[in-house]
């Protein structure tokens, strides 16, 4: 019996319609890889604020460090070396109260350059190892949020992800604090996840906010630092 074999047309034919619907299908599939990314960066979050929040129970309502003493890993939240230096989650004042090391980082942030991270790296590792997507608030470094003139905790942020990644445009890995001034033109939140970020808010609450809302926020000057808003 003879067989009969494809046409050249009709293999062409084939090869359109699975060409079509990879088209259509990996941006349906890229969506809601990003989607998953974003849930599980404000998973990591959400964890990281029940672990602020018991270390501030055993400790008087104090907050943990934000940046390294003398580069000494156990006095900041994170176990930061200092600026431009590694950090050892393990060492940090959170992690007896995480056991976790994976909910420090964002996914996007995997094997990304850590362009800030210049000195101090382990043997062996690089910065495309850096194990922290996070930034802690610089002004709430060591405080007790309690005795603070703090209007609305559930606006003051705790943490958040910075944008100082120039290789990938905007992921946010930076070191393990930001700076807070006046103006807050420094260490902005990244607009990491499609057009906005995850926040992690002082009250222990985190959210996913767009950049339009975040700047909203800021005009209206619910960002403001208490010394500043009390004049």
Request: aromatic content about 10%.
């Amino acid at each position: 019996m003879k067989q009969r074999a494809f046409t050249l047309i009709e293999l062409l034919v084939v090869i359109a319609i699975i060409a079509i619907l990879a088209a259509i299908l990996f941006p349906v599939f890229a969506r809601a890889r990003n989607r998953a990314n974003m849930a599980k960066c404000l998973n990591n979050l959400k964890q990281l604020g029940v672990a602020f929040g018991m270390y501030t129970d055993d400790n008087r309502g104090q907050l943990p460090g934000a940046w390294a003493d003398d580069r000494i890993p156990q006095n900041n939240w994170a176990g930061c070396m200092g600026p431009s230096r590694w950090t050892y989650i393990e060492r940090g004042q959170l992690y007896p109260y995480t056991r976790n090391a994976g909910i420090y980082i964002c996914p996007l942030s995997v094997n990304k350059k850590a362009v800030s991270i210049t000195q101090a790296i382990p043997a062996g590792l690089t910065n495309r190892k850096y194990p922290l997507s996070y930034s802690m608030n610089s002004y709430l470094s060591s405080r007790k949020p309690d005795g603070e003139a703090i209007q609305n905790p559930s606006l003051m942020m705790l943490l958040i992800e910075e944008a100082r990644d120039t290789e990938t445009g905007g992921i946010g890995i930076n070191d393990c604090v930001y700076m807070t001034d006046q103006n807050y033109t420094n260490d902005q939140p990244g607009i990491v996840h499609y057009d906005g970020t995850n926040i992690l808010y002082l009250d222990g609450h985190a959210r996913w906010k767009r950049a339009l809302e975040l700047r909203r926020d800021q005009d209206n000057r619910e960002w403001m630092l208490p010394q500043v808003i009390s004049r």
